[in-house]
């Protein structure tokens, strides 16, 4: 019964302490919708920036372009250069296109992530504080948790003292 007692103490201890230290690193349904929106938004100017590229490139192929970019050169075999100008625009457009599509898959992941994370904020709204909430309210520092281990050890210690003086008492009650 006493060492049932103990064990009983100590494990309402430990778990009082993992529960506290994970809801302080678990993040909340509202943060995560914020990260979210923030990394959608920050999405939206680098895919606006490789629009405007693969525009530009597609605008550099035009022939009349590449070989008015390669007007002030001057060489014996002009159509060598303009093909080679060409070539270097074509894998330049390339590349901006696949990171454009790179982009929208992105998007697109984060958006199906957004209406998770939506949801979950909505549900733990309509639930009201829980027992994980509960703990994320009070800020606990490494100061008050070992407050709290100490007077858990002292509980302990108390519980353990009161056991050896009963059962000290039902010695001396069996001796006389």
Known sequence: MKSAMIFFLMLLATSCF??????QTKQSAVETVTDLKLQLIEL???QEAAKLQVQQLEEALKPENI???????????PEELREQRRRQLLIE?????????QLTLKRTQLETA?????????????DGPGFENSFRAVSITSTSLLAMGLLTILIIAVVVCLSLLLRMNAIERTLR
Do not use: H, N, P, W
Request: glycine share 8%; hydrophobic share 35%.
């Open 67 to 77: 070989e008015r970019s390669l007007a002030g050169v001057g060489s014996t075999k």
């Open 114 to 126: 957004l209406s998770t994370a939506e949801i979950q904020a909505y549900q733990q709204s309509a």
């Open 44 to 46: 939206d100017g680098k």
């Open 18 to 23: 993992s529960a506290t230290a994970y809801s």
């Open 93 to 101: 457009k390339k590349a901006a296109d696949a990171q454009f599509e």
